[in-house]
């Protein structure tokens, strides 16, 4: 054992250049120990053969221990038959489920009764127990996604997990929704600048996910959860799957519903249903080009959709419909020479074009703005099973994405059907005019005639990570795993503002009828003015990591998992400036008792911290960008004045102090296995993330009240931020989650969990201020700083979801159920500096109440509860057609169509507190999938 | 005996909070322990923090009457209006003085100057005889080693070496508009310093609290219902106009103060908002006020009937805050009075000059206009 272990730090200490953040895993194993089970002595030189058709190089055969051990790792997500043999004895067989990342434990007590048996075949057994690590989450399998209905995004299904909330980018036990890290066969597809999802996957092509929620090894470096995907990979079989989904608004209620929170449809209301339809197609093929040796999967999906709010306040005209085209293809290669050796390679591309993307009725079409992103990412690992106590990997891993964004005329066509003629608005709206500037009218939010900024923005990221796992015995048994995680990354940026020019007006009344348009003396909602020219710039960021994680089992009830991670990241501007030089040290200790000594109660405990040293967000605003300037309208000179800049070489200041933003978390978990295949579990988190990242303006002096700037600390009038990592810029996460899950029988599936939890802190969000939010953050104007504390906007007090299908005889049933009690939400007032809706009178979730100036008043604000429940109905026509699966689904999303609100005005505007979405009403998706 | 005793809550200080000591068998001790420290922790409230006399933020004008709001003020965008401080001579010295109309059930009364008739809230008036006239107290104890420069201007709200005042009471329009029964006049309450903590102390609840400072208190009449004890006013009526905290306050040569960028508004607390005013000074009480009453002292104001207008090289007619009025006494001299009888009076020709002092206006020239307004001057202090 030792010299194994030094035999491969040698080269691993020499390689270190480079720490992503995650080595996934993508394969689970299975251990045990073999006893007699007259006299429990162990059994050693037992045969354990494993094989199943996920296991490219043929069937896996290890012999056990002296004391009667065995184990067998890097085993494909799937169905395994495990048999047990002694020589001169009939083999003993089980059937068993590995899970992606798990540890399924199968220790047999044999006896002579069993020897005697020809064979002894069990019920497919899972064990989810996860008796050796202490890592809290699920992994959620195509095969449980197929029979529940489900919006057929990797990103939305996450939502099924305890401690899971938020969209598409989803928050994961308190944490923001970009601090989580994505995995795809291996690859962290995190985006380098924004730290969110990077990539679209075929759904269908999608073999596992695991959803990490805490409890993480050292291998993982996330300071919210990790969502690690494995993909299909090809077989000994060829197979093929093809399905077609459509959803369209006349399979739906449709949705008309008052303004009010209280309010419910409006029966005598005729208006046109808006645009809502879905169309999916996909088609993968899977099978061996070499049997055992060499596979291919091959996946496709076209994905077309259209989506628009209905008509509802503050323009009331029914916004051009969101057209989005997206085009998934990703192709899998699995070879394996030898049974010591497994390569794979994944290649994707996901280009996708969305227009009219804002969808809040609160410009017209000409105002709309358009999207096109993609990018293609390819990973290559190298699996080294060098014996059966050391194998390595070796993951590089290049990803390469764009995201332009623009006015909708400036990309495509607008579209202006919906109100060109009524005499509502100018012909100014009919028309695209690149060359005219926008203007935003604080007086009800609206924008007109220009959509925001033309952007090009480019990401490359390229990783390098390899990793070798080793098992050995030195007082008790180990599972070490010591892994090198590196990673480049690369971004540029070109940004233009048509027209030059954006316009703030306010105090001319609603509408266009309240903008500033001094060409025509209509000048009473003249205020503010930015001046913005043109500019590009490009960041670069590298990080290494390295880890070491054990598993050590001390005694038969007692396991210890010590780790540890060093991480250190750099990132650098166009100027070559060092934004951040950052180390980041992440001890991971994890206690778990198998209090029952059979596997099946457990109580673990958990401490650790992640430390995030790359991000190349800090470097893409930290960087050279023109000099904005801001003009006030001057009424007596009824021309626009100088009232300050921003930006330019003088911008921005770095901020070499500053801890590394990190997480803290503390984990006690009890799992107790209740029933067959069956396993109920209390989790309480606590996770604190600390040094957030943000930027400081440091030059504004503004008056007492946070009103207006009255003067600068360097004298001239600008602002300048500053990229830091205060130690006051943190939130706290208290959860505690009741979750059961079952597979008693494969015709059954079943999740419940409920979650409790607080999260609190003045940690709402990074960089607003130089982001563009509205909502900008505690360091913008340092007299708001004190209302920048209270429960955060993802604080879901209650959490209740219930997954739950039942198939028999080609039959499907399957639900899920989602309650989310309310979002904070926090009342904000105009700032006359701003000439927007950015200042606060009262903390974090809450608003003043109806009595100005009385703290007694303040009220916690909260958006209503939702609940969602979405029901699939499926058949499966096998017993007529034999050979071919054709399964005809019928999915009913929110099956009660509950209209709750989900999202509120916020702003001190005549319609503070009425409705701005509400719950997609009930709608019906079709689908017939064939699989051959 | 099991003491459930913990209750974390890592926001802030730490906490521990003792609570009944229960009877239990073992087995429960554990699981409660288990689940005490559980719920303990997650019943942690962010809102907690905040408490004492903590900084609520700045006053919201959304209901104050338009003249508190400043010129062009609109109570949904505070900071919108502006207070301009205008120009007059006394004796021969020019001086600057804000003139403000009385207003609402004031305004209307048969004896506007006769407070004893009016309802008007206390004002806690810090360490008065120990600093300058128009300055807030610095009798405070101040964080250590604190400077104000330009970054504490940046951070800070107010001067954290300075202890504002206190108000009870803020201008509230009424429905329908016009009928307001504010006055900007608060009857004085003396607070000594002591030990305090630089503007700590944010409201009367909590200023009434303290030990750390001197004050004379009146308890609540026995058997009321409702009410609290309060400061033992001084017998002193100052004149503190409130007014929209964030609209701008100029001199009147349209100027800010060149260190703080602010005119010469003052900035002080009321129940726990930070509020903005005009400091008029004291109101002296006219020595021969009729049994049962209790009237303001006034001073005169002279304003001419026709002036010269340089930009249009005419000769236009005159009025209250044009530049060119005439007062009888300035803030510090004996005499003085922020409240004044408006006169009107014919002056020489005004092509050639303009008159600035009452001693040069001819007295059978001067017509009482029967009006009484506001007129306070700033301090010295203030700028």
């Known amino acids: 054992m030792r010299r194994a272990l030094s035999l491969w730090f040698v080269p691993l200490a020499v390689v270190v250049p480079l720490s992503a953040s995650a080595v996934g895993e993508q394969d689970g194993r299975l251990y045990g120990v073999v006893t007699d089970k007259a006299s429990s002595a162990p059994l050693p030189g037992a045969r354990i053969t494993v094989s199943s058709k996920r296991l490219i190089g043929g069937p896996r055969r290890v012999l056990t221990d002296e004391d009667g051990s065995y184990q067998v790792g890097s085993l494909p997500p799937g169905s395994y038959d495990v048999e047990l043999s002694y020589e001169g004895a009939r083999p003993l067989r089980r059937k068993v489920v590995i899970r992606q990342g798990e540890s399924f434990p199968l220790s047999i007590a044999w006896s002579i009764e069993e020897l005697s048996e020809s064979t002894k075949v069990i019920v497919e057994e899972r064990k989810m127990t996860r008796p050796d690590t202490t890592q809290t989450g699920t992994v959620l399998s195509a095969d449980q996604q197929a029979r529940i209905a489900t919006s057929r995004r990797y990103q939305d299904i996450v939502q099924q997990v305890a401690g899971v909330s938020g969209g598409g980018n989803p928050n994961i036990k308190g944490a923001m929704d970009s601090h989580n890290r994505y995995l795809v066969d291996g690859l962290d597809i995190t985006d380098p600048v924004t730290n969110t999802f990077s990539a679209n996957i075929n759904f269908d092509s999608v073999e596992s996910i695991e959803v990490m929620t805490g409890g993480a090894e050292a291998q993982y470096n996330s300071l919210g959860g990790t969502i690690n995907l494995v993909t299909t990979a090809g077989s000994n079989e060829w197979k093929i799957n093809a399905s077609q989904f459509v959803n369209h608004q006349a399979l739906s209620v449709g949705q008309q519903f008052g303004t009010q929170v209280y309010q419910g449809s409006r029966p005598f209301l005729r208006i046109a249903r808006p645009p809502q339809s879905t169309y999916q197609t996909t088609v993968n093929v899977g099978g061996p080009i070499v049997k055992n040796k060499l596979w291919v999967n091959l996946s496709f999906e076209y994905l077309r959709r259209e989506s628009s709010q209905p008509i509802g306040p503050t323009l009331g005209v029914q916004s051009p419909s969101l057209l989005s085209d997206r085009f998934l293809t990703r192709l899998k290669l699995t070879y394996s020479p030898s049974a010591k050796h497994r390569l794979t390679l994944s290649v994707s591309a996901d280009p996708a074009s969305f227009q009219n993307i804002n969808q809040d009725n609160l410009r017209l079409g000409v105002a709309e703005d358009y999207q096109r992103q993609g990018g293609v990412f390819s990973i290559v690992q190298w699996d080294y099973f060098h014996s059966e106590k050391v194998n390595t990997n070796l993951q590089v891993g290049f990803q390469y994405s764009t995201v332009d964004v623009g006015p909708q005329g400036y990309f495509g066509s607008v579209d202006s059907s919906s109100y060109r003629g009524m005499g509502r608005f100018s012909a100014a709206n009919d028309i695209y005019d690149p060359d005219r500037p926008q203007h935003y009218n604080g007086d009800d939010g609206t924008y007109w005639y220009q959509g925001g900024s033309v952007t090009f923005d480019k990401r490359y990221t390229f990783q390098f990570d390899p990793s070798v796992s080793v098992r050995g015995k030195w007082l008790g048994r180990h599972e070490a795993k010591f892994g090198i995680q590196s990673r480049v990354i690369y971004h540029s940026f070109d940004q233009s503002v048509p027209g030059g020019s954006s316009y703030s007006d306010i105090g001319g009344g609603p509408g266009e009828r309240g903008l500033c348009l001094p060409e025509i003396g209509q000048t009473q909602g003249c205020n503010l003015r930015t001046d913005s020219p043109a500019f590009s710039n490009a960041q670069v960021g590298f990080s290494v990591g390295a880890f070491a994680q054990d598993r050590w089992q001390i005694t038969s009830f007692l396991r210890i998992n010590p780790g540890f991670r060093f991480d250190y990241g750099r990132t650098q501007n166009s100027l070559g400036q060092e934004v951040s030089s950052l180390f980041g040290f992440g001890p991971r200790i994890g206690v778990l008792l198998d209090l029952t000594q059979d596997g099946k109660t457990l109580f673990t405990a958990y401490y650790g911290r992640s430390n995030e040293v790359l991000s190349l967000l800090a470097a893409a605003y930290a960087d050279i960008t023109p000099t904005s300037t801001t003009l006030r309208w001057d009424a007596d000179k009824k021309d626009f004045v100088p009232l300050r800049t921003s930006g330019g070489a003088e911008g921005f200041k770095l901020d070499p102090r500053g801890n590394t933003p990190h997480t803290d978390e503390v984990t006690l978990s009890l799992r107790r296995e209740i029933l067959e295949n069956s396993v109920a579990s209390v989790d309480y988190t606590y996770k604190k993330v600390s040094n957030i990242w943000d930027s400081i303006e440091v030059n504004q002096i503004w008056d007492p009240t946070g009103t207006r700037v009255i003067d600068h600390v360097d004298g001239i009038s600008r602002q300048i931020f500053q990229y830091s990592r205060p130690d006051e810029n943190w939130r706290t996460y208290h959860g505690i989650d009741f979750i059961f899950e079952s597979r008693p029988r494969q015709e059954w599936d079943l999740a419940l969990a409920y979650t409790l939890s607080f999260l609190y802190g003045p940690g709402a969000e990074q960089f607003a201020q130089v982001s563009g939010s509205q909502a900008l953050g505690q360091y913008y104007n340092p007299r708001m700083t004190l209302f920048y504390d209270g429960f955060l906007p993802e604080d879901r007090r209650h959490n209740l979801k219930l997954r739950a299908s039942y198939s028999y005889k080609g039959f499907l049933a399957g639900a899920f159920l989602n309650f989310q009690s309310g979002a904070p939400r926090t009342k904000r007032f105009f700032n006359q500096n701003e000439g927007d809706y950015t200042n606060r009178r009262s903390p974090s979730g809450t608003d003043p109440g109806q009595n100005p100036n009385d703290v007694s008043a303040i009220a916690e604000v909260r958006t209503p509860s939702v609940l969602t429940t979405d029901l699939r109905i499926a058949y499966d026509l096998y017993s007529l057609l034999q050979k071919v699966h054709l399964q005809i689904s019928a999915d009913l999303f929110n099956v009660f169509n509950l209209d709750a609100p989900t999202e509120i005005e916020v702003r001190d505007v005549p319609s503070y507190g009425q409705v701005r979405a509400r719950q997609q009403p009930l709608r019906l998706q079709l689908g017939i999938q064939l699989s051959y | ?383």
Not at chain 2, 158 to 175: C, H, K, M
Request: hydrophobic share 35%; with cysteine; aromatic share 10%.
């Open chain 2, 1 to 383: 005996m099991f003491w459930p005793l913990i209750r974390l809550c890592p926001v802030g200080p730490k906490r521990v909070e003792f609570l009944m000591p229960v009877t239990t068998t073992s087995r429960f001790r554990s699981g409660a322990l288990v689940l005490v420290l559980l719920l303990g922790g997650l019943a942690c409230n962010p809102f907690e923090r905040r408490s004492g006399s903590y900084s609520a933020g700045a006053v919201d004008p959304i209901r104050f009457p338009a003249p508190y709001l400043g010129e062009g003020g609109d109570p949904k965008r505070p900071g919108s209006g502006r207070f301009q401080y205008v120009t007059a001579y006394a004796r021969g010295l020019t001086v600057a003085y804000y003139p403000l109309r009385l207003t609402g059930e004031q305004a209307k009364a048969s004896d506007p100057l006769d407070l004893s008739k009016l309802s008007l809230p206390l004002g806690y008036h810090f360490d008065p005889m120990q600093t300058p006239d128009g300055q807030d107290s610095a009798r405070c104890v101040a964080p250590s080693g604190y400077v104000y420069d330009q970054e504490a201007r940046r951070r800070d709200a107010l001067r954290q070496d300075r202890q504002g005042n206190i108000f009870t009471a803020l201008p509230t329009e009424s429905d329908p508009p016009g009928q307001t029964a504010y006055v900007p006049v608060v009857r004085e309450v003396t607070v000594s310093s002591l030990s305090n903590r630089c503007q700590d102390s944010k409201s009367e609840e909590d200023l009434i609290g303290r030990d750390d400072v001197s004050l004379s208190r009146v308890p609540p009449p026995e058997g009321s219902v409702g009410l609290a004890t309060t400061g033992r006013p001084s017998g002193r009526y100052l004149l503190w106009i409130l007014i929209d905290p964030a609209a701008e306050v100029l001199f009147p040569d349209g100027m800010l103060d060149k260190t703080t960028q602010l005119g010469p508004q003052r900035f002080g607390w009321f129940n726990q908002y930070l509020t903005g005013y005009l400091d008029g000074g004291v109101i002296p009480i006219a020595p021969l006020s009729p049994p049962g009453t209790t009237r303001m002292a006034t001073q005169r104001i002279l304003f001419p009937v026709r002036v010269w207008d340089s930009s249009s090289g005419q000769v236009v007619p005159g009025s209250l805050g044009m530049g060119f009025d005439l007062l009888e006494f300035r803030r510090g001299e004996t005499g003085y009075s922020p409240i004044c009888q408006v006169f009107s009076f014919e002056p020489h020709d005004p092509t050639l000059g303009f008159e600035k002092s009452i001693a040069e206006v001819d007295p059978l020239r001067i017509t009482d206009t029967g009006e009484v307004v506001y007129c306070p001057q700033p301090s010295a202090a203030s700028r």
